[in-house]
């Protein structure tokens, strides 16, 4: 099927992209509209024809942002969960007609600029606002004694390296699109910027194969390593958004087709969280393509100007909403109602995007201008610095992720292969390693230092494991309460206040564990085991706290 609509559609070379000559504002997650120069009040981007893609770009942002308030009422507020499946599809909806609409405008883009340009747009349209935000938040956060995490090059790289911790804890989104626009500079440097449709056909092909094959804890991650990011369900709205400038020009995107994503996102409902990845993400590409393909919003009226407005401010929205959240969670009376405050938050976080909209829009129009008009030696200079530093962090970020995985599933295999009952407490577990030849050194040192609840939801284990006689060696911690494995985490942390334990000359390497687990798994459970085991298999069981 996939092939045959290939045939389908048009020679590239007729295909006009949905951008006109000049830039404008508006950005999502990572997405940069492009649009010609009006007067009039609908302004640049209905005159370009896409004030339907700007105002569908603001309600996604304010999806995703009443999603968020939904998680952390919850998880901050200890709030009763109000319709939970819709609260947790509304971020999935929302990020898949970014993530189409970004498609859209980069198929376009990709065929008008010359590859260097594109890419310098693409990162300019990204970093600087995200790293403003970024140093605005840790220096509010460090006022206030609070520690905002992700602090490190790798992280702030925003390429695929794997999971890792981020300072906004929206990052996501925008590793798979700095990976997008690397991946298209990479197409277009090789003359293949106008075969994007080709290109489009054998990714979507390539997603439905990883579909059928793959286990759904591989193809549906949100932080993959870049070995796994092009099979990710969350590419295929930018897959299917790249096809839909062709589809359009050649008349077989229609308004219409916004009908057929209503029963989509409605089956999102009812159906695993992978195949509502698949689902949403039709929906999203069938909603962007009759937005684009409509008739288009003027802006005459209030509430279509406060769309647009909206949609100027969508990346900041969505940049600075979680800080937002956390923050806004911190200053409102504990006895106010989750409800209450959401609507707090939501209002909160409206207003800041509304106040750093236009800096964001403003820093994006000088910096390409300076871009356009800078020399070809120099743009390559700069980005041949970026593509360095983007193929180095995901390199390292990848290898660290592939080795921890491999780490990880030898010891589940070890864990497994161990009878059920050996988990129903220390001295049954302790016995079971022992007999089976698999204890750890006694030299090793470590301790389950407690399970504290860190929120209504959630609870933080934290313990430690280190042998002075193997220092290079890293242990995983595995939780069993009730017999059952409730997580299995590698060391986070450094513990240097753990140097009487250590000896003084350890190197800096993590043995500390901070592992989050459902607030109620161990609740029931007066004595839960854990265990830390090595890469070989061996294991040990860590004294436990008095409770």
């Known amino acids: 099927m996939l092939a045959r609509l290939a045939r389908m559609l048009p020679k590239p070379a007729r295909t006009a992209p949905l951008v006109a000559a000049h830039p404008s504002s508006g950005a999502g997650p990572g997405i940069a509209l492009e649009a010609g120069r009006v007067h009039g009040p609908a302004g640049s981007r209905a005159a370009a024809g896409l004030a339907n893609i700007q105002i569908l770009r603001g309600l996604a942002a304010a999806t995703v942002l009443v999603h968020h308030a939904a998680v952390y009422a919850q998880i901050l507020r200890g709030a009763d969960p109000l319709f939970p499946t819709f609260a947790a599809m509304l971020g999935l909806w929302g990020v898949a007609v970014f993530f189409a609409i970004s498609g859209t405008l980069m198929a376009g883009l990709v065929v008008r600029d010359r590859p260097l340009l594109f890419l310098a747009h693409r990162i300019s349209r990204i970093f600087p606002t995200y790293l403003a935000v970024v140093a605005l938040f840790a220096a509010l956060f460090a006022a206030l004694g609070l520690s905002l995490g992700g602090l490190t090059p790798l992280s702030l790289s925003l390429a695929p390296a794997g999971p890792r911790s981020y300072p906004l804890n929206v990052e996501w989104t925008l590793v798979f699109e700095t990976s997008f626009y690397v991946g298209l500079f990479l197409l277009a440097s090789a003359g293949l910027a106008r075969r994007i449709v080709p290109v489009a056909v054998l990714w979507l092909a390539l997603l439905a194969a990883a579909f059928l094959l793959l286990p759904a804890a591989s193809r549906d991650l949100v932080l993959p390593p870049a070995y796994m990011l092009p099979v990710a369900a969350a590419c295929l709205p930018f897959a299917g958004g790249l096809l839909l400038p062709r589809l359009i020009a050649s008349g077989r995107m229609t308004p219409a087709a916004g009908w057929l994503a209503l029963p989509l996102f409605a089956a999102c409902l009812i159906v695993e969280r992978d195949g509502a990845r698949w689902l949403g993400g039709i929906a999203a590409v069938l909603l962007v393509g009759a937005a684009a393909s409509g008739r288009q919003a003027r802006g005459e009226g209030a509430v279509t100007r406060a769309a647009l407005s909206l949609g100027d401010a969508s990346y900041v929205l969505y940049l600075v909403h979680v800080p937002v959240l956390v923050l806004t969670a911190r200053a409102v009376p504990a006895h106010w109602s989750g409800l ?13 995007a509304a106040l750093l909209g236009p800096v964001d829009v403003a820093l994006y129009r000088a910096l390409r201008r300076r871009i356009d008009a800078a020399a070809p030696v120099t743009l390559k200079r700069w980005l041949a610095a970026y593509l360095l530093t983007f193929a180095a962090c995901a390199a390292w970020g990848s290898g660290e992720t592939a080795r921890n995985d491999w780490h ?83 060391p986070r942390r450094t513990r240097k206040d753990l140097a009487a334990v250590t000896g003084p000359g350890r190197p800096g390497r993590r043995i500390g564990f901070l592992m989050q687990i459902p607030a109620a798994a161990c609740a029931a459970d007066p004595a839960p085991v854990a265990v830390a085991i090595d890469t070989e298999g061996r294991m040990a069981v860590l004294a436990a706290p008095k409770r």
């Open 340 to 352: 209450a405050y959401g609507v707090i938050a939501v209002v909160v976080a409206l207003g800041l």
């Open 408 to 490: 990880e599933r030898r010891a589940r295999a070890a864990l497994a292969a161990l009878p059920a009952e050996t988990w129903a407490g220390a001295e049954a577990a302790t016995a079971a390693i022992e007999g089976r030849g698999l204890a750890l050194s006694p030299s090793m040192r470590g301790a389950l230092e407690g399970i504290e609840p860190a929120s209504p939801v959630e609870s933080v284990v934290s313990g430690y494991a280190f042998d002075p006689a193997r220092p290079k060696q890293t242990y995983l911690l595995a939780v069993y309460c009730s017999g059952r494995l409730i997580g299995l985490d590698r």
